[in-house]
């Protein structure tokens, strides 16, 4: 008899061990009727909160879609990569890597004509190149933000260098920057990024005329022009002289912190520089004195997207045009840069000069498509660019550009 | 009552049946899926399409970062390995000397094996800081002006070296657990004889120890393979691919590529070579492992080194 209830007790502990642990994620099931969407973001800490706020927000104001957020945060490409490759996507989810994902997306243009044609032009046309594979349009931009260089006023009034203006060119940022490092002890003039990403570095040769590719997605002759080797050698040639160093991450710490006095980055870093205190200004980066053009800006714009395998894609829609609505554009002003024009006239952002020089950029970058959209396998040619980019700039190999772009391209 | 002989028969299934559904579904399951995925070209986003052997043909014929990253693990486990062992025997022979507090020298010393992987690889990333790093400023002290450790791809490797050797901890308890067992009157017999301390480590503590040896060499070698976090997380894999380690490549192959076909082929080849190194250790380790209780029990030769 006790054998029998000791053996009974050993059973259910058993079957509810292994019971619980099967339990854990699993049911879809609707809440009270209410539709869910998943939705996925890489943001971190504080922008995360209030991207939990929002969404809260639209819980709160509607009664048939409840929307999770899921915060992927560093490792987003790791996790999204594992649901879509399980079948599990999130019903939305920010996008930026649209030829690398496209395939598991749902397209868009259906929705966007239902909504009629006010709706898509609203947005700044320059973004839909950046949210669409050939024709489909697979993401709905949510923000964007151009590059531009920011200056520190307070070492440029202490070296006595007149401040950049939206003139300048390369040579003239290479010789403040020489003559800040110069003469202030600890400042350096100019840092920028390492281990560039390739696809904003790709910028620099837009604004010399030239690209990692032509629109066949040829590499060799566009990667190893003279040209391209001028924009490579450009940022060489600055930490050669002792006036730049390069950073880890994009010179934001180093800017704040007063060790340099010049970096190129986008619209992020503008609240925390603004909520240290620094006394910053932002002009439009400089130009290459022979190319005869204003430098060219990349976007770097992310977008809203649905996966295809979605169960939910009406209410996914429905937060899709919320969250790249008017309202919450104007939340994440002072963050990113509104896509939509309407926002920006009400809001008068154009008169704000911390935003005035990145739209100033943007319209200066329209038509370019970046090399990642043009070529099948960029997955292999941005890693030899990223490869190639260290080897270039990293301070103890500052190898030549031109046989380290020569190689790439035979590569490719 | 032959239902309770039934009862009695299934009940050792009953008990182990959490761990053996645990095993199926998280160890086994997976191993024979990811075996049956290198067999195919398996993106992300799409249809997966069956390739047979073409992953593992591409593998050794077409991908030089393969061979590289390959090269590259072997230098790191042939560096690693005997410096690690050969750290943790000295630190285990440390706390076996009877000297004052040496409880507290043997938490020390046994502390940084606790440590998760990302903390340590975020001290590390600030002591091996070029300009603000601490070990350049002790090295400065005595003359030398330390190289750039995570910026030089000269030296990254060292780094990465340096930092793993930091978890050296539990071997170092495992060395001294047997070093202790050790029966005390062999020493004793031995100093009665003239030998020295020195002596005496390479005559009897050193062979004695050798089954942990064996044991720690291949936990060691096992390890240095698959070292992927610290590489993560201290250098990326750089700088210049310098410390591009297998795992690494296996891992942006998977996520960064998306080809899980061809990075699950990538960790099976991963795993017959350490199969085969380890049963080539093993083979060895007749040769120059000393059982105790083996030689107690048979005479024949068995124990005896090959002549």
Redesign the interface.
Known sequence: MK?KIG?LL??TL?MV??LS?CGGSGGNSDSGGKTKVRFASWDNAEDLDSQQELVDKFNVSQDEIEVTLEAYGDDY??KI??G??SGDAPDVMYMWNYP?????LEPLDSYIENEGAEYKDNFYEALWAYNQIDEDIYGIPVGFTTHALFYNKDIFAEAGVTEPTDDWTWDDLQAAAKTISEKIEGVTGFSYQ??ADPYDFEMYLWSNNTAYVDEAGNVADNLNSAESVEAFSVFQNIQKEGAAITTEGGGTDEFRSGKTAMYIYGAWSVSTLDGDGVNYGIVDIPAFADSGREAVSILSSSGLAMSKDSKNKEAAWEFIKYWTGEEMNKERIGYELSALKSVVESEGVMEDEKSAPFYSMLEQSTGYTPASFLVDDW??LADDLE?AL??IN????LEDPQTVLDEVAGAH | MKRRKELKKASPYIFISPWIIGFIVFTAGPLILSLIMSFYDWPVTSEATFTGLGNYVKMFTEDAQFWKSLKLTLKYAAIFVPLNLGIALFLAMLITQPVRGVKIYRTIFYIPAVISSVATAIIWGWILNGDYGVLNYLLSLIGIEGPNWLVDPAWALMAIVLTSAFGVGTMMLIFYTDIKNIPIDLYEAASLDGANSVKQFFSITLPIITPTILFNVITSIINAFQQLTLVMLLTGGGPLKSTYFYGMYTYDNAFKHHKLGYASANAWVMFVIILILTAFIFRSSSAWVFYEAEVKGQKTGKRRKNK
């Open positions: 054998r053996l050993v059973l058993t061990t292994v642990a490409d790791t990569s594992a879509m490759g690398s994902y496209y395939e598991a390492l281990q997955g292999s490869l260290e080897r990293n301070p103890t190999t």
